[in-house]
């Protein structure tokens, strides 16, 4: 499947929950990934950058098609041919025009060489298209993550403040009747105190996970659905390698961009040979040499033209772009490498997030459990308020952890799938 063809699946894919959402519907992951596609500038840039290379594929093609060119002179003037031939001086008006249409016959290979380096042009910015597309869909996954991630901290320090508030007041209160010493008055202070940092901390990362989510989408980042389950992953690392190998985007830009090189290099060697082309001309003379002189002239034939001494103007030309195609290959084996390396990489990193969010999730689970039993003890005065507020930031930290396990999670599945070409 072409890369283009690959694109419009996924824009259909994505674009499909988007348009049949309605107006107070939570905002899906896949609805969040299709607003950036349709809004981010890079995007845009990327889908230019497309087109301006199909255009110089089109100028390229023009090499081998017939050129046309109309030239004209118009002028006034005193001609006075002194007498010659009888003629006097008289004002002119002299104009001459020119018509050449000329179809190239044999280039050395020029035209080729441009066609294939324009075409490699393409490749490039196709497989630019599908890199940028990945990089945005892994910013805006780890972006959504983040908003949801943000706003249950928000939620989680805000009750522990409230919370601490009031264990704090009640501290005083015993300490005034002399029910408890000062150091639980102090202790209850400092978790009030924490508890108030936390909430200012989680805040600001909230109003900074939310501007970048409204940056990468162009949505407000209100009612978010949590984070779907991972996509559709290769079951083997063989599996996934060999995707990559065939459609990671950045190996497929660096292999295109060889392409290009080779075609440089073969274009270069081309301006060594002669051009030959038929021509067709037709000329009309007025009012030139002598008064009332008019000429026209119709000429058919072929010309050729060789350029045997450049100065080593082309000799040079020919060891920059063999340097150039050295270097091209070495990029792609360098880049073949990189890419065989992330792919082991992020297939490891989806296995190992799959089995933290489990622990996580446990480890989450756990603690509200500790925390319910622990309230429970200080409401019988089993235990003092001071331990509820520890229990209470242990199951804050683990929520949290949970959460942010989740959004590794998913992040490292796109992020899989973005090596493997499929997004």
Same mark, same amino acid.
């Given at each position: 499947?072409?890369?283009?063809?690959?694109?419009?699946?996924?824009?259909?894919?994505?674009?499909?929950?988007?348009?049949?959402?309605?107006?107070?519907?939570?905002?899906?992951?896949?609805?969040?990934?299709?607003?950036?596609?349709?809004?981010?500038?890079? =995007?845009?840039?990327?889908?230019?950058?497309?087109?301006?290379?199909?255009?110089?594929?089109?100028?390229?093609?023009?090499?081998?098609?017939?050129?046309?060119?109309?030239s004209?002179? =118009?002028?006034?003037?005193?001609?006075?041919?002194?007498?010659?031939?009888?003629?006097?001086?008289?004002?002119?008006?002299?104009?001459?025009?020119?018509?050449?249409?000329?179809?190239?016959?044999?280039?050395?290979?020029?035209?080729?060489?441009?066609?294939?380096?324009?075409?490699?042009g !393409?490749?490039?910015?196709?497989?630019?298209?599908?890199?940028?597309r990945?990089?945005?869909?892994?910013?805006?996954?780890?972006?959504?993550?983040?908003? %949801?991630?943000?706003?249950?901290?928000?939620?989680?320090?805000?009750?522990?403040?409230?919370?601490?508030? @009031? !264990?704090?007041?009640?501290?005083?209160?015993?300490?005034?009747?002399?029910?408890?010493?000062?150091?639980?008055?102090?202790?209850?202070?400092?978790?009030?105190?924490?508890?108030?940092?936390?909430?200012?901390?989680?805040?600001?990362?909230?109003?900074?996970?939310?501007?970048?989510?409204?940056?990468?989408?162009?949505?407000?980042?209100?009612?978010?659905?949590? %984070?779907?389950?991972?996509?559709?992953?290769?079951?083997?690392?063989?599996?996934a390698?060999d995707?990559?190998?065939?459609?990671?985007?950045?190996?497929?830009?660096? #292999?295109?961009?060889l392409?290009?090189?080779?075609?440089?290099?073969?274009?270069?060697?081309?301006?060594?040979?002669?051009?030959?082309?038929?021509?067709?001309?037709?000329?009309?003379?007025?009012?030139?040499?002598?008064?009332?002189y008019?000429?026209?002239s119709?000429?058919?034939?072929?010309?050729?033209?060789?350029?045997?001494?450049?100065?080593?103007?082309?000799?040079?030309?020919?060891?920059?772009?063999?340097?150039?195609?050295?270097?091209?290959?070495?990029?792609?084996?360098?880049?073949?490498?990189?890419?065989? @390396?992330?792919?082991?990489?992020?297939?490891?990193?989806?296995?190992?997030?799959? %089995?933290?969010?489990?622990?996580?999730?446990?480890?989450?689970?756990?603690?509200?459990?500790?925390?319910?039993?622990?309230?429970?003890?200080?409401?019988?005065?089993?235990?003092?308020?001071?331990?509820?507020?520890?229990? @209470?930031? #242990?199951?804050?930290?683990?929520?949290a952890?949970?959460?942010?396990?989740?959004?590794?999670? =998913?992040v490292?599945?796109?992020?899989?799938?973005?090596?493997?070409?499929?997004?």
């Amino acid at each position: 499947m072409t890369s283009k063809r690959r694109i419009a699946r996924l824009m259909l894919w994505l674009a499909a929950p988007l348009a049949l959402s309605t107006v107070g519907h939570a905002t899906t992951l896949e609805e969040a990934l299709a607003a950036a596609i349709a809004h981010a500038p890079e =995007i845009a840039a990327a889908d230019a950058d497309a087109d301006a290379a199909r255009a110089r594929l089109d100028q390229a093609k023009a090499g081998r098609l017939p050129t046309a060119t109309l030239s004209g002179t =118009i002028g006034y003037g005193r001609l006075d041919p002194q007498g010659f031939f009888g003629l006097g001086a008289a004002n002119v008006t002299p104009r001459a025009a020119q018509m050449t249409v000329e179809q190239p016959l044999f280039t050395g290979g020029r035209v080729g060489a441009g066609i294939d380096q324009a075409r490699a042009g !393409i490749a490039g910015a196709e497989a630019g298209q599908a890199g940028t597309r990945s990089r945005l869909v892994m910013a805006v996954t780890q972006a959504y993550g983040d908003v %949801l991630t943000t706003a249950r901290m928000v939620d989680l320090y805000g009750r522990l403040v409230t919370q601490t508030t @009031e !264990i704090e007041r009640q501290a005083r209160l015993k300490f005034r009747v002399g029910e408890s010493p000062s150091t639980d008055v102090s202790q209850a202070g400092a978790r009030l105190a924490e508890a108030r940092a936390g909430l200012a901390r989680a805040r600001g990362m909230q109003v900074s996970a939310q501007a970048h989510f409204r940056n990468l989408t162009g949505l407000e980042p209100a009612d978010l659905q949590p %984070l779907p389950s991972n996509p559709v992953l290769p079951a083997t690392l063989d599996e996934a390698m060999d995707a990559a190998t065939r459609n990671n985007p950045a190996l497929a830009q660096s #292999e295109a961009s060889l392409r290009a090189a080779q075609a440089a290099a073969r274009g270069a060697r081309a301006e060594r040979l002669p051009t030959v082309g038929a021509f067709a001309e037709g000329a009309t003379v007025r009012d030139q040499s002598f008064p009332d002189y008019r000429a026209d002239s119709a000429t058919i034939g072929i010309r050729a033209r060789w350029e045997l001494f450049s100065g080593g103007r082309a000799s040079g030309k020919v060891a920059e772009t063999d340097s150039s195609v050295r270097a091209a290959d070495a990029r792609v084996r360098a880049m073949r490498m990189q890419v065989e @390396e992330q792919v082991i990489s992020a297939f490891q990193d989806v296995r190992t997030a799959q %089995l933290v969010e489990q622990a996580a999730t446990d480890q989450a689970s756990a603690a509200a459990q500790a925390l319910d039993s622990v309230r429970h003890e200080v409401r019988v005065g089993m235990k003092p308020q001071l331990d509820l507020l520890d229990a @209470e930031r #242990e199951s804050i930290a683990a929520e949290a952890g949970a959460l942010q396990a989740g959004t590794d999670r =998913i992040v490292a599945a796109y992020r899989l799938l973005s090596l493997m070409g499929r997004y």
